[in-house]
């Protein structure tokens, strides 16, 4: 079973700043890309940040690309989410999601997602 774990939410003045953390573990031979989402009340979830498992590659929506950075500790599977500036529009639940390929004869390589965490930005 693998795992998805993220914290760091909060609630946060605009201006503000957070970081996320998320964490995968449990039976995981390899972990590739991972990514941040997130969904506001009332609409869809969307793609905030993406990084490649070497960490090298990153892309961004362009409303966070000034403020947000992306970034992973791969020898603990740790992806994280720097968001500095933020503003109201920020507010939303944010997801991790992770590609992994699962460890033993039968491992599998799939997507997996988190629960979420709640970000607030508010005065």
């Known amino acids: 079973q693998v795992q998805i774990v993220e914290s760091g939410g909060g609630l946060v003045q605009p201006g503000g700043s957070l970081r996320l953390s998320c964490v995968a573990s449990g039976s995981i031979r390899s972990v590739y890309g991972m990514a941040w989402y997130r969904q506001a009340p009332g609409k869809q979830r969307e793609l905030v940040a993406h990084i490649t498992d070497g960490g090298f590659g990153q892309i961004y929506i362009d409303s966070v690309k000034d403020g947000f950075t992306i970034s992973r500790d791969n020898a603990k599977n740790t992806v994280y989410l720097q968001m500095n500036t933020l503003k109201s529009e920020d507010t939303a639940v944010y997801y991790c999601?992770?590609?992994?390929?699962?460890?033993?004869?039968?491992?599998?390589?799939?997507?997996?997602w988190g629960e979420g965490t709640q970000v607030t930005v508010s005065s």
């Open positions: 999601n992770a590609d992994i390929l699962t460890s033993g004869n039968d491992g599998y390589r799939r997507y997996y």
